[in-house]
Structure formats: structure tokens, C-alpha cells
């Protein structure tokens, strides 16, 4: 596991956000910050971006269907608009069709998660971003 890895959470729901977070630190996760929505997840990302610091988040878990900017803008936003390439971004959303599931791997996901989600899938989950993240790193 890396230690102290930065995780944002972008959900519209207050549940998730918190059931993901809970789990996230029963298995050792605890620099994770929680949004609403993708607008609120862009700032975020641009506050890190200004600050000039080394902490950009390096896992997103990002639920597809929000008000204000869904997961797929955000996401295209994020990878193409921002030009960020080195963060392990999780899709994780109720939409299990094989389109919605393409479109967001297309779109620069790392991984797809079908909610409702169990524990063991967000810590296997977090063992592929990992994995993602040394593999991206060994190509930058």
C-alpha cells in the first residue's frame, strides 16, 4: 500500500461518499477528501494545480451520473483540458451497460465499479490503482 495517498471521492450522494470513505480507512486509506459533483471535484483538482505541490490526487473513485457536471465531463476535462495522465481514476457508478462501461474506459478510467459496492471490490480496486500508478510512472 502506499502510504498517504491522495483520494478524492466525487459523488452526489452523501452515503457513498461516506461509505467509501469508511472503507477506504478500514483498509488503511486516510488523506481522502469527498465532492458532490464534478464542478466541485475541477476545483479541487485546480486548487492542487496552483498550489504547486506535490499532492495531486492519485485516485479518483467518480460516479458517472451528478448534477452540475457528470463523471464523464469531469473526467474528459481532467485528462484532456488539464492534461493529467499520471492519476488513477475509478469509475463508480450504477450504470452496468457495456457502452457507459467503454465510454468511461475511452475516456481515460483506470477501473469500473458497479454500485451497489462491497468492501472486498474497493480494496481489490485500490490494489489495480496502485498497480496502475507504478505502471504509468515506469512510462512517464
Not at 461516506?18 to 481522502?32: D, F, M
Request: glycine share 4%; hydrophobic share 45%; with cysteine.
Amino acid at each position: 500500500m502506499i502510504d498517504n495517498l491522495p483520494i478524492l471521492i466525487v459523488d452526489d450522494s452523501l452515503i457513498v461518499r461516506q461509505t467509501v470513505k469508511n472503507i477506504l480507512a478500514e483498509i488503511g486509506y486516510n488523506n481522502v477528501c469527498a465532492v458532490s459533483n464534478g464542478v466541485e471535484a475541477l476545483d479541487k483538482v485546480k486548487e492542487k494545480l496552483s498550489s504547486k505541490s506535490d499532492d495531486m490526487f492519485k485516485v479518483i473513485f467518480l460516479d458517472r451520473n451528478m448534477p452540475e457536471m457528470d463523471g464523464l465531463a469531469f473526467l474528459k476535462t481532467f485528462r484532456n483540458d488539464l492534461n493529467i495522465t499520471d492519476t488513477a481514476v475509478i469509475m463508480l457508478t450504477a450504470y452496468s451497460d457495456q457502452e457507459s462501461i467503454i465510454a468511461a474506459l475511452e475516456a481515460g478510467a483506470a477501473s469500473y465499479i458497479i454500485k451497489p459496492v462491497p468492501a472486498e471490490i474497493i480494496q481489490k480496486k485500490m490494489g489495480i490503482a496502485e498497480e496502475w500508478l507504478a505502471q504509468h510512472k515506469k512510462n512517464a
